[in-house]
Protein backbone atom coordinates (compact mmCIF):
# COMPACT_ATOMS: atom_id res chain seq x y z
CA UNK A 1 0.00 0.00 0.00
CA UNK A 2 2.66 2.30 1.10
CA UNK A 3 4.47 1.86 -2.27
CA UNK A 4 1.49 2.20 -4.26
CA UNK A 5 0.87 6.10 -2.33
CA UNK A 6 4.56 7.08 -3.33
CA UNK A 7 4.33 6.06 -6.90
CA UNK A 8 0.70 8.05 -6.78
CA UNK A 9 2.33 11.17 -5.03
CA UNK A 10 5.28 10.81 -7.82
CA UNK A 11 3.02 10.80 -10.87
CA UNK A 12 2.20 14.47 -11.15
CA UNK A 13 5.80 15.71 -10.87
CA UNK A 14 6.82 12.94 -13.27
CA UNK A 15 4.14 13.92 -15.60
CA UNK A 16 3.82 17.53 -15.63
CA UNK A 17 6.31 20.45 -15.42
CA UNK A 18 7.50 22.59 -12.30
CA UNK A 19 7.06 26.36 -11.69
CA UNK A 20 9.53 28.08 -13.99
CA UNK A 21 11.40 29.81 -10.88
CA UNK A 22 11.27 26.31 -8.89
CA UNK A 23 14.71 24.77 -7.65
CA UNK A 24 15.15 20.96 -6.34
CA UNK A 25 16.57 18.99 -4.05
CA UNK A 26 16.59 15.07 -3.09
CA UNK A 27 17.09 13.48 0.01
CA UNK A 28 16.18 12.44 3.61
CA UNK A 29 13.81 14.57 5.14
CA UNK A 30 15.33 14.61 9.03
CA UNK A 31 13.17 16.80 10.89
CA UNK A 32 9.64 18.44 11.03
CA UNK A 33 8.51 21.81 12.91
CA UNK A 34 4.96 22.43 13.31
CA UNK A 35 3.74 26.16 14.24
CA UNK A 36 0.73 28.60 13.94
CA UNK A 37 -1.22 29.84 10.53
CA UNK A 38 0.85 32.77 9.03
CA UNK A 39 4.41 31.47 11.10
CA UNK A 40 5.91 28.63 8.44
CA UNK A 41 3.03 26.40 10.39
CA UNK A 42 4.81 22.65 8.22
CA UNK A 43 8.46 22.64 7.96
CA UNK A 44 10.74 19.92 6.95
CA UNK A 45 14.69 20.13 7.07
CA UNK A 46 16.73 17.50 5.10
CA UNK A 47 19.90 16.03 5.01
CA UNK A 48 21.20 17.67 2.28
CA UNK A 49 19.71 21.22 2.99
CA UNK A 50 20.07 23.75 0.34
CA UNK A 51 22.02 26.42 1.44
CA UNK A 52 19.72 29.27 -0.15
CA UNK A 53 17.29 28.31 2.55
CA UNK A 54 18.05 29.96 5.78
CA UNK A 55 19.06 27.20 8.02
CA UNK A 56 17.60 24.84 5.70
CA UNK A 57 13.89 25.35 6.56
CA UNK A 58 11.59 24.07 3.77
CA UNK A 59 7.73 24.87 4.34
CA UNK A 60 4.14 24.41 3.13
CA UNK A 61 1.73 27.22 4.42
CA UNK A 62 -1.94 26.81 5.12
CA UNK A 63 -2.60 28.67 2.22
CA UNK A 64 -1.58 25.66 -0.22
CA UNK A 65 -4.49 24.30 -1.34
CA UNK A 66 -3.20 20.94 -1.04
CA UNK A 67 -1.79 21.18 2.61
CA UNK A 68 -3.21 18.45 4.64
CA UNK A 69 -2.38 16.40 1.46
CA UNK A 70 1.08 17.86 1.45
CA UNK A 71 1.79 17.43 4.90
CA UNK A 72 0.58 14.05 5.57
CA UNK A 73 2.82 12.28 2.42
CA UNK A 74 5.92 14.34 3.68
CA UNK A 75 4.82 12.84 7.50
CA UNK A 76 4.62 9.53 5.88
CA UNK A 77 7.64 10.17 3.98
CA UNK A 78 9.55 11.63 7.05
CA UNK A 79 8.48 8.21 9.70
CA UNK A 80 9.34 5.59 6.58
CA UNK A 81 12.73 7.20 5.95
CA UNK A 82 11.95 7.74 2.18
CA UNK A 83 13.74 9.58 -0.26
CA UNK A 84 11.91 12.92 -1.62
CA UNK A 85 13.04 15.25 -3.96
CA UNK A 86 11.45 18.81 -3.17
CA UNK A 87 10.63 21.33 -5.82
CA UNK A 88 10.67 24.84 -4.14
CA UNK A 89 11.19 28.58 -4.23
CA UNK A 90 13.61 30.18 -2.69
CA UNK A 91 12.75 32.94 0.33
CA UNK A 92 12.52 35.74 -1.92
CA UNK A 93 10.22 34.31 -4.64
CA UNK A 94 7.68 33.91 -1.68
CA UNK A 95 5.46 37.55 -0.92
CA UNK A 96 5.45 38.00 2.75
CA UNK A 97 7.50 35.09 4.09
CA UNK A 98 8.35 35.73 8.00
CA UNK A 99 11.29 33.75 7.67
CA UNK A 100 14.21 33.70 4.69
CA UNK A 101 12.96 30.06 4.11
CA UNK A 102 11.88 28.22 1.04
CA UNK A 103 8.22 27.52 -0.18
CA UNK A 104 7.67 23.57 -1.23
CA UNK A 105 5.94 23.97 -5.13
CA UNK A 106 5.93 20.39 -5.50
CA UNK A 107 7.55 16.94 -4.38
CA UNK A 108 7.40 13.32 -5.25
CA UNK A 109 8.61 10.70 -2.26
CA UNK A 110 10.49 7.32 -3.83
Known sequence: MFKALAVILALPILLA????NALARTGKITGLFLSSP???PFRISLDNAPTECAAGILYVDTTHPNYQAYVSALM???SQGKQVTIYYAPAQAVPNAPLPACAI????VF
Do not use: K, V
Not at 17 to 20: G, L, Y
Not at 105 to 108: A, I, M
Open 17 to 20: STQA
Open 38 to 40: GNL
Open 76 to 78: LAY
Open 105 to 108: QEFG
